[in-house]
């Protein structure tokens, strides 16, 4: 069993940045992927971003890349998303995901472990 927990969510205006964590805890030597996703109201939950545990490659969703950067501390079990540029699109709740397979995953099922999520508003 993996356990993460999400932390950062916030209100910000247009424009703002935010940063989120995701702290991982338990059977973390089975996670090779860790990924951040999305879902605003009413919407499916969708693929934000990930990264490889190793740090070898992050990857993004066409919607945040250029600004949203992923990192990991794999000294703390911690994956960061740095949120800049906001828009109110980008309101939604946050979760953090991980997986025991590697490679540039983005769907749902292809992780088995979730956060509770962290909100996250954007006020225009």
């Known amino acids: 069993q993996v356990q993460l927990v999400e932390s950062g969510g916030g209100l910000v205006q247009t424009g703002g940045s935010l940063r989120l964590s995701c702290a991982a805890s338990?059977?973390?030597?089975?996670?090779?992927?860790m990924a951040w996703f999305r879902q605003a109201p009413g919407k499916d939950r969708e693929f934000v971003a990930g990264i490889l545990r190793s740090g070898s490659g992050a990857y993004y969703a066409d919607s945040v890349r250029g600004r949203f950067t992923i990192t990991s501390d794999n000294t703390k079990n911690t994956v960061y998303l740095q949120m800049n540029s906001l828009k109110a699109e980008d309101t939604a709740v946050y979760y953090c995901?991980?997986?025991?397979?590697?490679?540039?995953?983005?769907?749902?099922?292809?992780?088995?472990?979730w956060g509770q999520g962290t909100q996250v508003t954007v006020s225009s």
């Open positions: 995901a991980a997986a025991s397979r590697v490679g540039l995953l983005e769907t749902e099922t292809d992780f088995h472990s």
């Open positions: 338990g059977r973390t030597f089975r996670v090779y992927t």
